[in-house]
């Protein structure tokens, strides 16, 4: 199974650190040594919102008020179980800090 790991950012989110890219570094290889890691990454905080109702369709370029709401980071996963990704999701949070991540299941091929 398929899952999508997302972090959001925060106003109290600290500024990351040599350590903090060490232990990152390291759960990356871990979970690329093991197939697991399908892809990563950060996103830019601005973006493209597109809203579409009936015929309309409007969009706005961003950054966008809500910085909090804010996706700042992913990881797809291939793992067996819900649970597992939510382990990796909590091992996560344990080296970055404080914070929000959201697990959410890929269907598809």
Do not use: H, N, W
């Not at 990152?24 to 690329?32: G, K, L």
């Amino acid at each position: 199974m398929r899952y999508l790991m997302t972090a959001r950012s925060t106003e109290t989110t600290p500024a990351p650190d040599e350590k903090l890219f060490t232990e990152m570094a390291a759960f990356v290889e871990e979970m690329t040594a093991a197939g697991i890691l399908l892809a990563t990454g950060g996103l830019a905080p601005e973006g493209v919102r597109l809203v579409s109702r009936g015929d309309e369709l409007t969009v706005t370029d961003g950054p966008f008020a809500e910085a909090k709401e804010a996706v700042a980071g992913f990881a797809l996963v291939e793992v067996g179980s819900k649970e597992e990704a939510v382990e990796l999701a909590r091992r996560f949070r344990r080296i970055v800090g404080d914070g929000e991540s959201i697990v959410q299941q890929v269907f598809g091929p």
